[in-house]
Structure formats: structure tokens, C-alpha cells
């Protein structure tokens, strides 16, 4: 339901984030910056919001850190980050969560884009991306998302979720 809902939205981001990491390190600079102005933001929200009563594996999904030392690899300042409204909505937190824990699934393409590119700075600072390979993270995240009752009551508060992530990274610029 949600991919389908949302699947203009993923296209747009998905342009928007994907790059040529392997050849052009400012590309894979711009778009960390633009992540870091979002991902920190949204997972303090989430956890305002109550995320770790949906997700008790919470603290392992969290990647703002290995986002930040993604950028001091590379020598960049945090960004401005972006202004996040917290709710604790049981479907509009799985909405937001299905964004972020589902650009996991996409990070898999691009962190092997980024470990192909000539300068090692950029293939060492491949934290964020590469957070969680080793785990199954999306497929426990699906079962907490499925077997929420908030979510199978309100699938239009869910979606309003997902949107308002999708939102805040399409609203960021990805390349310098």
C-alpha cells in the first residue's frame, strides 16, 4: 500500500540522490550534506514521537552518527538542519519510518557506487550507507509496520507519514 501510494515521491527522491559517486566526489559531498540536513532531524523526531515503543531495536536502526562521520571524513560542516514537527501518531511515525528504513534498500546501490570512486576519503566515509549491511533491518522493519494496528486503522495517517518524510528530502537540494 505504501510503496504504491507514495511511488511518485520515491521516484523524485531517487533522482534526485543518486549520483555518480564512483567518479565525482563533490556529487557524493552534496548529497551527504543534504541527508545530514534531514536524517539527524528526523530521528530526533521520531524519538519525541515514541519511535522505540514500535521498534524496541531503535538504537541499532539509528544512522545520524555514522552519517556524521561520513562528513568529518570528508572535511565538511554540518549543515543547517532542517525544522521537523514531532508527532506521536503510532501511523504517521511508521510513515516517517518506512521512508527512512526504507532508503536502506537504496543505500545498497550507492554505497557500491561510492567504494568504486578513485579518492579513498570518499570510499571510507561510506558509514551511513553501508549502516546495517550485515542486518536484516527492513525485513523486521516490514513486521512491525504489518502487524501495527494503528497502521491497518488509519492507512491514510500512515501515508500522511511517508509523505511528510518523502517531503522533507525532496526539498533538499542533492548535488552541489
Known amino acids: 500500500m505504501l ?55 531503535w538504537p541499532l536502526r539509528r544512522r545520524a552518527d555514522a552519517l556524521d562521520r561520513d562528513l568529518a571524513l570528508l572535511g565538511i560542516s554540518m549543515p543547517t538542519a532542517s525544522t521537523i514537527d514531532v508527532t506521536r501518531d503510532e501511523a504517521r511515525l511508521f510513515g516517517r519510518l518506512y521512508v527512512l528504513e526504507g532508503s536502506r534498500l537504496g543505500g545498497r546501490l550507492l554505497v557500491k557506487r561510492a567504494r568504486e570512486n578513485a579518492d579513498p576519503r570518499v570510499r571510507a566515509a561510506t558509514n551511513y550507507l553501508g549502516h546495517g549491511e550485515a542486518a536484516d533491518l527492513w525485513r523486521g522493519f516490514l513486521q512491525r509496520l504489518e502487524g501495527s494496528e494503528a497502521v491497518a486503522a488509519s492507512p491514510a495517517r500512515t501515508m500522511l507519514g511517508a509523505r511528510e518524510a518523502f517531503a522533507l528530502f525532496g526539498a533538499e537540494p542533492a548535488h552541489g
Open 3 to 57: 510503496r504504491a501510494a507514495t511511488a511518485d515521491l520515491h521516484a523524485e527522491v531517487d533522482a534526485r540522490f543518486s549520483g555518480p559517486f564512483d567518479a565525482d566526489e563533490n556529487a557524493y559531498s552534496a548529497f551527504l550534506t543534504a541527508l545530514a540536513r534531514v536524517v539527524g532531524p528526523l530521528e530526533r523526531a521520531l524519538e519525541q514521537g515514541g519511535v522505540a515503543r514500535l521498534v524496541p531495536d
